[in-house]
């Protein structure tokens, strides 16, 4: 078994509270972006290791927009992490994607206004390819992952990011849904684009845990519902991500593990030390 975990998960601290994890270590990570939300848990699964960091630390105390994304992605990649599953709450502005459904999306609208969006600038242009934000290939292994659970998945869909922390008003949801999103959460932004940006493979496991504010029939939002839903669905999700880590990651057919190949504009030797050093564990391969 390697020692590297090539697969890691973004979510509750409550996902790695499964059977059949074991040989578990904490890595307490720095990184030049400062510190992740919580350190590392890494165990394993049958013959491989995985990767869990819980985004809003233990206990829940880090809000949306304070979650410190580009720590959280880059700790990821100094572990060696390849592919990322993100599992989130949201809510549905479809009527067929009802609460206790998971939805596999493979759109984002980024509508948050105060995040730190990239890893570069400081004297380092980056202009990365985000056509598709979620890496098609991981996420139609984890939508077969999901299916193979027996609960109510879909595969497709825009999730619209929102600052938060509060929940949207029914103008809000009623927008969103005449641009067309079909779910609505805090936190798919940035940190989709910052793993692109770090080349590696991101895809979400979305939670539909309420049907947000604008379903007349049903009651607006609150902590009760989303905390309900997401709890009914731990154990899906735990067997979903058993079912995902023996598969292979098939890097090649995705585009994902070199999306900085043809990405980074500035001159080289214009490019401060500071910067490149800040950065060097996502370029060094590309100014060499």
């Not at 304070?66 to 990322?84: D, P, T, W």
């Amino acid at each position: 078994m390697s020692n590297t975990p090539t697969l890691a998960v973004i979510g509750g601290s409550g996902l790695y509270n499964m059977s059949g994890l074991s040989e578990i270590e904490e890595h307490g990570l720095a990184t030049p972006f400062g510190k992740p939300s919580d350190p590392i848990v890494v165990g394993a699964l049958g013959e491989r290791r995985v990767a869990f960091l819980a985004r809003h630390g233990k206990g829940h105390r880090i809000t949306p927009s304070e979650v410190n994304y580009r720590a959280n992605i880059y700790a990821l990649k100094m572990l060696g992490v390849e592919r990322i599953v993100s599992v989130s709450a949201c809510g549905s502005l479809r009527e067929d994607y009802a609460p206790g459904h998971i939805v596999i999306p493979d759109q984002i609208y980024d509508n948050t206004k105060g995040r730190e969006r990239t890893f570069f600038g400081n004297g380092l242009v980056v202009h990365v390819g985000t056509a598709d934000p979620f890496c098609p290939t991981l996420s139609e292994q984890l939508f077969e992952a999901v299916q193979a659970t027996g609960a109510t998945v879909h595969r497709g869909g825009a999730f619209v990011t929102i600052e938060g922390p509060r929940f949207s008003t029914k103008a809000e949801s009623n927008t969103y849904r005449k641009w067309g999103m079909s779910l609505v959460g805090m936190t798919a932004s940035p940190e989709a684009f910052l793993a692109r940006e770090a080349e590696m493979c991101y895809a979400c496991m979305a939670h539909v845990t309420d049907y947000d504010v604008w379903h007349v029939s049903e009651a607006p939002v609150t902590v009760e519902m989303v905390i309900r839903i997401l709890a009914q669905n731990t154990a899906v999700a735990q067997q979903a991500i058993a079912n995902l880590v023996p598969v292979p990651a098939k890097r090649d057919a995705c585009g994902c593990g070199s999306a900085l190949a043809d990405a980074l504009i500035t001159a080289r030797d214009r490019i401060p030390a500071e910067t490149r050093e800040r950065v060097k564990l996502l370029v060094d391969q590309y100014l060499k």
